[in-house]
């Protein structure tokens, strides 16, 4: 009975996000004729806006040269927020502390400290979660082979639309903070604290990170995206042959 939800990410609009030259608070054109509803909204209402500051230059962040892998694992990122959206409608704010519990338990980068080397691995990875028993009756191998074509969608928009993408997940987990922290009795542990801070500094880096990444390196990481998607259908349809082996 719930209308299907229609990612930001799918609009029209999403191909004109721009930010600032400084790469901050999202920039709309007035000027253009956007689709309007009823109340008077257009779709850029939809999109998450950007940061409001200027987000800092890696070398303040970290003295090490970025890892090689940030590739990999902003698809890991994303797949873990596109899931999200689709699971809530869109509507992360109506429980923003398992929203972030969804993102923390399908991303192995932000919550395990995990190093997918191939974006096959971060795949794979993510929709074996998707279809294990917590979200299986979500809709399941279906479903998470689904989101795989969101995280192409998103990366093929380019730095603007990531950087909002990753300014969203970081206001995410600050508000499933806040609300851990006003709950009486708590019902997460310190541990499921701290690894939600940690997710937090982690998207916080990887966001001033795509930043400074060049336009064209995206199109390429979302054919690659694309590609690996028949690859990851074919491991699942092994790996489903090999259990029902082992229950023959």
């Known amino acids: 009975m719930i209308t299907p939800w229609d990612p930001w990410w799918s609009k029209h609009s999403a191909r004109k996000i721009r930010l600032s030259k400084e790469g901050t608070q999202l920039v709309q054109p007035l000027s253009e004729q956007e689709p309007v509803d009823e109340i008077g909204s257009n779709e850029f209402s939809e999109i998450p806006l950007g940061p409001e500051v200027l987000p800092p230059s890696l070398s303040k962040l970290s003295s090490k040269e970025p890892s090689p892998l940030l590739t990999v694992h902003q698809v890991d990122i994303s797949y873990s927020y596109c899931f999200t959206l689709r699971l809530y409608n869109g509507e992360w704010r109506s429980d923003p502390i398992w929203s972030v519990m969804v993102v923390l338990s399908l991303s192995s980068v932000l919550s395990q400290g995990g190093q997918p080397e191939t974006v096959l691995e971060a795949l794979t990875h993510c929709l074996e ?61 310190r541990d499921d604290i701290s690894s939600i801070k940690q997710a937090e500094r982690k998207i916080y880096f990887i966001m001033c990170w795509v930043h400074e990444q060049p336009e064209e390196a995206w199109s390429s990481l979302a054919a690659t995206v694309t590609a690996q998607k028949t690859s990851v259908m074919e491991f699942q349809y092994c790996c489903l042959a090999y259990c029902c082996s082992l229950t023959c």
């Open 129 to 189: 979660k998707v279809c294990s028993p917590p979200y299986r009756h979500m809709g399941g191998r279906h479903f998470g082979l689904d989101v795989i074509d969101d995280v192409s969608s998103l990366l093929a928009l380019g730095n603007p639309a990531m950087v909002c993408a990753l300014y969203d997940m970081r206001r995410m987990i600050q508000e499933g903070e806040e609300e851990v922290k006003s709950e009486k009795p708590r019902k997460l542990r």
